[in-house]
């Protein structure tokens, strides 16, 4: 099945200890990018890559870190979270060009204490 | 990017159609409309896309002027699960950097009332 495959689905951490959110997609997608989602503001972007070694920033990227050292798997990485950071994540991915829409994960819901 | 302006909330009864609009003034040429829904804790699931004049598939219609300005995803004969947040985008998808940042705002919430 074509899917977007994010882990853990919920997550409390405390302030400061680093924890990565993994996404892995199966369907060879170029595209791949992360969106945090807080109430009254949507969706917004944190990162994106168009490729394997290229990432650029989105809306909101500070205090977060991505790589894209295969094709398949984007990791979000929260060096030292903060409260501030707590939200619902969401990582998409979609071919590079053509009509297509984005694939997202299911979610991983953050609370840091 | 093209800015998009949507109602933030609507309501609708069963059975019905409901159409929600989305105004784009600002779209360029090569920008493509798309519509996702997203039901709460999950993830935005991609119902729709469409150039101009009118798209339709198995969801939703899309209905889209000439002057591209605004569109409307047309939702025939709701059901309470429909209730979700629908999401308009414009970007240009046609392109190596169409996909880049596209923006999704804050949607509008469709409430359907039995």
């Known amino acids: 099945e074509a899917q977007v495959t994010q882990n853990p689905r919920y997550l409390i951490t405390v302030t400061g200890k680093k924890l990565t959110v993994t996404c892995s997609q199966n369907m060879n997608h170029e595209y791949m990018s992360w969106y945090r989602q807080d109430p009254g503001l949507g969706l917004r972007q944190i990162y994106y890559s168009m490729n394997v070694e290229v990432t650029d920033k989105g809306d909101v990227p500070e205090g977060y870190k991505v790589s894209r050292k295969e094709k398949r798997n984007f990791p979000l990485i929260l060096e030292s979270p903060s409260p501030n950071q707590t939200s619902l994540y969401f990582c998409?991915?979609?071919?590079?060009?053509?009509?297509?829409?984005?694939?997202f994960g299911s979610g991983t819901r953050l609370t840091v204490v | 990017l093209a800015k998009t302006t949507q109602p933030i909330s609507m309501d609708s009864y069963e059975g019905q159609e409901v159409n929600i609009t989305c105004s784009h003034n600002n779209i360029a040429t090569n920008d493509y409309i798309t519509w996702y829904q997203q039901f709460p804790s999950q993830g935005p699931r991609f119902i729709i896309q469409g150039y101009k004049t009118k798209v339709t598939n198995e969801v939703a219609s899309l209905f889209i002027p000439a002057d591209r300005k605004s569109s409307t995803l047309s939702l025939p004969r709701v059901s309470l699960s429909d209730t979700a947040v629908y999401y308009c985008?414009?970007?240009?998808?046609?392109?190596?950097?169409?996909?880049?940042?596209?923006?999704f705002g804050t949607g509008t919430r469709l409430t359907i009332i039995p």
């Open positions: 998409a991915s979609s071919p590079l060009r053509g009509n297509y829409g984005y694939t």
């Open positions: 985008l414009v970007g240009d998808i046609g392109s190596d950097f169409g996909n880049e940042k596209l923006t």
